[in-house]
């Protein structure tokens, strides 16, 4: 069974340019999710999907962020335009769902993108 | 506010046993994951406790004591690719994954 995939795996750009990562999660999961995680810290949640609809993006900064995932499966998130504190690896995980036990919230990553913002 | 304590850096000896502890304060409770992740890759999954006790997992064991916000992961039998970073996560009455910021584990021979 194939994993989470991620691409691309890593993207340098200039601040002030657009930028897209894009996602799969593994076949058959409801929940998706995008973090952000800097050097030594943990995860930080930008949005949680379930299906199509965003059910958490509390934390996603709509000025800059966007995100969609139209068809409920594989997910774009964008930001433009990119500043130098958006340097971060940006982490995509699924999940079967995302209420009841580590059987359906259990979180599967992707390798994530390292994105540098020069 | 939702905090996840865990110490910064750990060293241990191959071949040892190490505890990491996890503190936590969050609103509500639906239960408590441990992450590994090694540098440059992303989290796996290594265990999750919901009701208090010991989890036990080959090498590894996870206890929780909700009473008293409190999680330790145990690593026995240290091996040199256990060198990583070990992220404690609870899910809140909400669902939402509150992340600690992770514990780099040292292993040296």
């Known amino acids: 069974e194939a994993g989470v995939v991620q691409s691309p795996r890593y993207k340098i750009i200039e601040k002030k340019q657009p930028v897209a990562f894009w996602c799969n999660p593994i076949s058959g999961h409801n929940t998706l999710y995008w973090y952000l995680q800097n050097l030594g810290q943990g995860p930080e949640l930008l949005i949680r999907?379930?299906?199509?609809?965003?059910?958490?993006d509390s934390q996603l900064p709509k000025d800059r962020f966007s995100a969609e995932r139209l068809k409920g499966v594989d997910s774009t998130l964008k930001i433009q335009p990119a500043e130098l504190g958006d340097s971060a690896v940006y982490l995509c995980?699924?999940?079967?769902?995302?209420?009841?036990?580590?059987?359906?919230?259990?979180?599967?990553f992707g390798p994530g993108t390292r994105l540098t913002v020069l | 506010g939702q905090n996840i304590d865990q110490p910064t850096e750990m060293t241990a000896t191959e071949g040892a046993i190490v505890q990491i502890n996890c503190t936590y304060q969050t609103s509500g409770f639906n239960g408590l994951f441990w992450y590994q992740q090694h540098a440059g890759e992303a989290p796996t999954f290594l265990s999750y406790n919901v009701l208090d006790g010991l989890e036990e997992k080959g090498r590894f064991s996870s206890f929780l004591s909700r009473s008293k916000g409190y999680s330790y992961l145990l690593l026995k039998e240290l091996q040199m690719k256990d060198s990583a970073s070990y992220l404690c996560?609870?899910?809140?009455?909400?669902?939402?994954?509150?992340w600690g910021a992770g514990t780099k584990l040292i292993i040296k021979p």
């Open positions: 999907y379930e299906n199509e609809e965003a059910v958490d």
């Open positions: 996560a609870v899910m809140d009455s909400n669902y939402q994954l509150i």
């Open positions: 995980a699924s999940s079967l769902s995302s209420s009841g036990g580590a059987g359906v919230n259990e979180q599967f």
